[in-house]
């Protein structure tokens, strides 16, 4: 699924500058103990942005002991990974060409920096980036309460998150309900029980299950 994070920034109102190497908490305050909640997002590692639902308000992984004392769907990891097209491995590309084509020039390779470097430039050019924020990236994993969430509820599931950070609350319950309404479980046959979850009508062809397991006999 594809999807744009600046436009993803805007509908959930994050005013907060967001570019490579920057990581970013959205505080969900709550009415009462343990409930408070927030939103991650993080751009510190190369290529790739990563959304965490995590419990309190630091956006820090908090001690079990402390974390048990928040309601379960804040107990497992619930995130949204996004991959970012890097248009610096095709200038890459392009230069090893071109030193190819020059008669065995010897490409120079990158030093990669460290997410410590990264972080450090951003803050000291965070204005000179901030437009940055891609208009396009790719979902490729998705977890909700600790479970992965099929490709095909991507879009139900993300579109629904998007509005809960809106609104400043994250049910991750909801969510995965959302994810689960996109499962077709069949009606089985007359001869088998129901399990009252079904939402599609089991559906027999008497012609064309009518020769299963039938072979022609040979002479």
Known sequence: MTVSVKKFLEETDISESFYPGKRLVKKLKQTGEYKSHCIVMDWREPGTVRLDVKAGLSGRQLDPKDLKAYPVCFQSPTYVEIDIANDDDEDDDEEGKKGKSGGGGKKMQKKKKSLDDIEMISDRFGDSVEGQ??????????VVMGMKIAKE???????QLTAQIKHAKISSTELLAK????VTR???????????DETAQYSYDREKNADIGMRPGFG
């Open 153 to 159: 509820a991507y879009e139900s599931v993300f579109s």
């Open 133 to 142: 924020v891609p208009d396009e990236g790719k979902i490729v994993d998705m």
């Open 186 to 196: 069949v009606q089985p046959p007359s001869f088998l029980k129901p399990t009252g």
């Open 179 to 182: 994810a689960g309404s996109m």
